[in-house]
């Protein structure tokens, strides 16, 4: 995707344009709220310049909204608050159509008990279980919302947090799934989370049902 955008704005600048995103997704992942900055000289408003990018931009990449901001801004360490959603296709057979977007699971999985055991998240934790930090060496995050709900065919998994580590949701999602299907019980998911060893986490969960839902800016 960056290098897509970059080629979209450059397109229309003087000079080759580089992007700084609000946070990774891994190949395969998809984002519904994505922000990035960049600088350019534009004399033509904020709308035409949106025009102008999204000619460029493929098919399945659009800019929804743009804005100038202060020079200062940066949409990674100005960020308050991160959401992103994990779409399980939970169904006997698998569906074609939701191949790219979602986890095909076929067994029935038990929501209860992985939110009973997503509860244990919430709040200011050592998160080394499920992650490793993309800089420095704190695995300290803090989530504010951790939790799956039916919209059959699809179970969905929404957690927001402050920031997140390395694969730290698709971790979170594979493990829960064990809940789910009583390969753990919500007392084992609990130790290996307290545990804070990363061997201790569950089969990652693929990158194609993870969606970065939305960021958040304090005012």
């Not at 959401?83 to 169904?91: D, G, P, R, T």
């Not at 490793?132 to 039916?150: D, H, M, N």
Request: proline residues 6%.
């Amino acid at each position: 995707m960056q290098g897509e955008l970059e080629k979209a704005i450059s397109a229309v600048a003087p000079n080759p344009v580089t992007i700084t995103a609000a946070g990774r997704t891994d190949s395969g992942v998809h984002a519904r709220g994505q922000v990035i900055s960049f600088e350019l000289a534009w004399r033509h408003g904020e709308g035409a310049l949106q025009r102008a990018i999204n000619a460029n931009l493929p098919p399945d990449i659009v800019i929804l909204d743009l804005e100038e901001t202060a020079a200062d801004f940066h949409p990674r360490y100005d960020a308050g608050r991160r959401a992103y959603e994990y779409h399980l296709y939970n169904a006997p057979l698998r569906s074609p159509l939701r191949r790219r977007r979602s986890w095909h699971v076929p067994h029935p999985l038990n929501v209860e008990r992985m939110n009973e055991a997503a509860a244990h998240l919430v709040g200011a934790h050592d998160f080394a279980t499920f992650g490793q930090p993309p800089q420095g060496e704190s695995t300290v995050r803090q989530l504010f919302c951790a939790r799956w709900r039916r919209q059959d065919p699809l179970l969905i998994f929404r957690i927001e947090g402050n920031a997140f580590l390395y694969r730290m949701v698709r971790s979170i999602v594979g493990s829960l799934k064990m809940v789910g299907e009583g390969s753990w019980s919500v007392r084992e998911f609990v130790q290996a989370f307290q545990a804070q060893e990363r061997s201790r986490a569950g089969a990652t969960a693929p990158p194609q049902g993870l969606y970065l839902i939305s960021v958040a800016y304090d005012e």
